[in-house]
């Protein structure tokens, strides 16, 4: 059974920086495509961002230039940098394992940007 597990959410001021982690029980796959999505409060889930094996990434218009995805294959985690943080990046920040046809996602870890 896959497991996928975020952590990192923390409460941070605005201007300030996170770094999130998602870490993948098992080993990743070349042809897995991880992605971290965002969900505020009563609103939808959307997608921040994702990477390929490869290393391709592609990032959603709000955070391109502040973000930056990357993964470590050896540690099965990939991660999400974030800088220039701003009050609506407030949310739950989801992490995605997309294998094949299946989804698997995580709980989600709560990044709140505040003064």
């Known amino acids: 059974q896959v497991q996928v597990v975020e952590s990192g959410g923390a409460l941070v001021q605005p201007g300030g920086s996170l770094r999130l982690s998602c870490e993948v029980s098992?080993?990743?796959?070349?042809?897995?495509?991880m992605g971290w999505y965002r969900q505020a409060q009563g609103k939808e889930r959307d997608l921040v961002g994702r990477i390929a094996w490869s290393g391709v990434t592609y990032y959603s218009e709000s955070v391109k230039g502040r973000f930056t995805i990357s993964r470590d294959n050896a540690k099965n985690t990939v991660y999400l940098q974030m800088n220039s943080l701003v009050a609506d990046d407030t949310a739950v920040y989801y992490c995605?394992?997309?294998?094949?046809?299946?989804?698997?996602w995580g709980k989600g870890t709560l990044v709140t940007v505040s003064s």
């Open positions: 995605k394992l997309r294998r094949g046809v299946m989804d698997y």
């Open positions: 098992g080993t990743i796959l070349s042809s897995d495509i």
